[in-house]
């Protein structure tokens, strides 16, 4: 009869698979069905060819310890994962399709159709200020637009453009800013391609 495997939600039956098997098959785990040192029956990390519930133990238990250190390395991370654009541009998708749900409006968006309509030089196409990712979320953070609203969120009828700039187009405030953006949405009315669109059909 196979061993059963420690965990959580109780033992469960598990098949012997031998570390160097799992090393050539790309796991990322293996089992023996060996009891650890501290008594578990568990899978182990092919790396450290350690219990993972140890591995588990142990970093509960450095975190209930160093809780700043902990969270600074989150917090060090999360830049990291921010900074990526293709990770946020799947952020972006989920985020958006959430919003158009929520809002009964159109969406068939995908991480590649926001990829492909972020401007190449990464400036603003609205007020020309750079598109900074990471972060916290800050007047040059990355946002999506609606070139028409009552469209939706769909392929061809949204453009990355900064925080700042679509904030002034929601809160409607008149200043120079603002007509630039009026400017630029003119721009893409007429045809006349800019920086995004010019960024979209290079795509």
């Not at 098949?15 to 090393?23: G, K, P, S, V």
Request: charge should be positive; proline fraction near 5%.
């Amino acid at each position: 009869m196979p061993p059963r495997l420690c965990g959580q939600s109780g033992a469960v039956t598990m098949q012997i698979i031998a570390r160097d098997i799992a090393l050539a098959g790309g796991m990322r785990r293996y089992f023996t069905g060996a009891i650890c040192c501290r008594g578990h029956v568990a899978e182990r990390a092919v790396r450290s060819r350690r219990c993972v519930v140890c591995n588990k133990e142990d970093a509960k238990r450095f975190a209930a310890e160093n809780p700043r250190r902990v969270r600074e390395t989150q917090q060090r991370y999360d830049k990291r994962r921010r900074a990526d654009i293709s990770v946020w541009a799947s952020h972006m998708a989920a985020s958006v399709r959430n919003r158009a749900k929520r809002k009964s409006i159109p969406y068939n968006l995908t991480a590649a159709d926001i990829l492909c309509v972020i401007p190449e030089d990464r400036l603003c196409p609205a007020l020309g200020i750079p598109l900074i990712w990471g972060g916290k979320l800050s007047r040059n953070s990355p946002s999506i637009d609606r070139i028409t609203p009552s469209l939706g969120y769909v392929a061809g009828n949204i453009a990355i453009i900064s925080h700042k700039a679509n904030s002034m187009k929601q809160d409607a405030i008149h200043s120079d800013e603002l007509r630039r953006i009026a400017d630029w949405m003119d721009s893409l009315a007429r045809g006349a391609a800019g920086p995004a669109e010019e960024s979209r059909s290079a795509a």
